[in-house]
């Protein structure tokens, strides 16, 4: 279809009936107050983004369909966030994607920096100089942009400001996510960045398969080493099922970029696409984990783009793979998205 400007503009009153973002908080439950964005774009790939979650990614459909797990705890405000042990898990909603870090990923911890719970605070704190605006840009294509700012600091501790843009277009069945990590602070911060991105049923099923060029594959643990044969495989639900951890080192193309597809024909038929396709910068985030948990009411595959492992601060720094931002340093992290 031909989504220009040109052919556009003489044919619709409001470019809301072709796309947009509308706004609107949750009225009931313990998700009351928490604002939403909901993102149309013409294309029949729709989410939805929680400013008041660190500007996270919540769930997502294709063609009406849901690709993301939604956990059994819904959309919660981030004032139920208990950052002790693993009380992450009470609040915690799916999604499309949840920012994990940027003191702590994995499980808790006592660091230098203090107690850490599980997978870190950005995902619970709210962003700040939150904006949102659609356009034509330059080539004639209709943008439709969130922005804001997430603020991690403490009193006598660190001082770290994500300026993160989320971006898609009309008639594009994709979003990007770009993050711009700056240290404000006086003194050399750890960074632990982990993307946590959740797909689940009818999407992922028995029939989905993971396609990626040839790379180093490696079990998390013993537990992992049991599916490291299967890892581009799903199962039905399993009961049971202890969740498996897996690294994958992707190799790099010549944008800088790595990616993996996720395929599932009889999802994806009617569309005329292929794949969902995930495409991270290599130099900034390095790492892919795979989670597989094809658990009986917990089914979910999440692919995690990271600069580290899904391990904590600690068992990081033993490694000796643990990753620092200097006073004045500024990291960009970039995301894409799309069907293919």
């Not at 060029?213 to 049971?240: Q, S, Y």
């Amino acid at each position: 279809m031909d989504f220009s400007r040109k052919n556009v503009i003489g044919r619709v009153g409001r470019m809301e009936q072709l796309a947009g973002i509308k706004r609107y908080a949750f009225e009931d439950g313990k998700g009351r107050g928490m604002r939403a964005f909901e993102v149309v774009n013409g294309s029949g790939f729709d989410f939805t983004v929680y400013p008041d979650r660190g500007l996270d990614i919540g769930p997502a459909r294709y063609n009406g369909l849901p690709l993301t797990w939604t956990t059994r705890n819904g959309p919660v405000a981030p004032a139920f966030y208990d950052a002790t042990g693993v009380e992450w898990l009470r609040t915690w909603a799916g999604g499309l994607l949840t920012t994990c870090g940027w003191l702590n990923v994995g499980g808790p911890c006592v660091t230098p920096e203090g107690e850490q719970g599980i997978h870190g605070r950005m995902d619970h704190t709210p962003a700040e100089e939150v904006n949102t605006r659609a356009f034509w840009n330059d080539v004639g294509e209709y943008v439709l942009e969130i922005t804001g700012r997430i603020v991690h600091s403490r009193v006598f501790g660190e001082n770290l400001a994500t300026s993160r843009t989320i971006a898609t277009k009309l008639g594009w069945p994709g979003v990007t996510l770009t993050d711009r990590t700056e240290n404000l602070g006086a003194a050399t911060s750890p960074l632990m960045q982990l993307y946590h991105m959740n797909f689940g049923w009818p999407f992922i099923s028995e029939e989905t398969r993971l396609v990626a060029p040839p790379h180093k594959v490696t079990p998390r643990d013993d537990e992992a080493a049991k599916g490291i044969g299967e890892w581009d495989r799903f199962l039905p639900p399993t009961p049971d099922f202890a969740e498996q951890v897996i690294y994958h080192e992707l190799p790099v193309g010549e944008d800088g970029f790595c990616s993996i597809q996720i395929r599932n024909d009889n999802f994806l038929k009617p569309s005329g696409k292929e794949a969902l396709q995930l495409s991270f910068r290599k130099e900034e985030l390095p790492y892919l984990v795979q989670w597989r948990m094809p658990g009986v009411g917990d089914y979910v595959m999440g692919l995690e783009p990271a600069n580290c492992h899904a391990e904590n601060y600690n068992s990081m720094a033993e490694k000796g793979l643990l990753r620092y931002i200097e006073p004045g340093q500024s990291i960009a992290t970039s995301l894409k998205v799309e069907f293919v």
